[in-house]
């Protein structure tokens, strides 16, 4: 008898099976990471955006801030809000109108000494909702002198 022998079908057969299941496992690792680097990217730019937006508010100083606003991102206090895009070199342009911009910024300054200041930052999400979720939210406070 010749020892000889190829494969047969069923070890073919367990021999796919295996391989189809371990390609599946490392395509899955794929879409897991695209997901979470989008994450991470948002986060970034919340954390930014958010502490842009309390360095300019800090650094106006109590006398040019009035208290009030709100971190309710489907109702926006006028002039206490802003929506950002950010373009391909990094230019960050805001405006209170154009309601499609990828990220929302909030403010709330409150009306006792030491100011309180919470800001808030929300993003567009994917998906049929497309409604703003928050990303980060800082708070702060503000004293007139040392």
């Keep these: 008898m010749s020892s000889n022998r190829g494969f047969s079908l069923i070890e073919t057969m367990i021999a796919t ?30 954390i930014l955006l958010a502490n842009t937006t309390m360095e300019g508010l800090r650094s106006t100083g109590m006398s040019g801030l009035t208290a009030g606003g709100g971190l309710d991102s489907s109702s926006p206090t006028a002039n206490y809000f802003e929506y950002v895009s950010i ?32 800001v808030a930052v929300y993003a567009q999400r994917g998906g049929v909702s497309g409604q703003m979720a928050e990303l980060i939210r800082t708070t702060t406070s503000l004293t007139s002198g040392f």
């Design 87 to 118: 373009s391909t070199s990094g230019a960050l342009t805001t405006d209170t109108v154009t309601t499609t911009a990828p990220y929302l910024t909030l403010w709330m300054i409150s009306d006792a000494n030491p100011l309180i200041i919470t």
């Design 17 to 46: 099976v295996v391989l189809v299941t371990g390609l599946l496992a490392v395509a899955s690792l794929f879409s897991y990471s695209i997901r979470t680097n989008m994450y991470t990217e948002q986060m970034t730019t919340g």
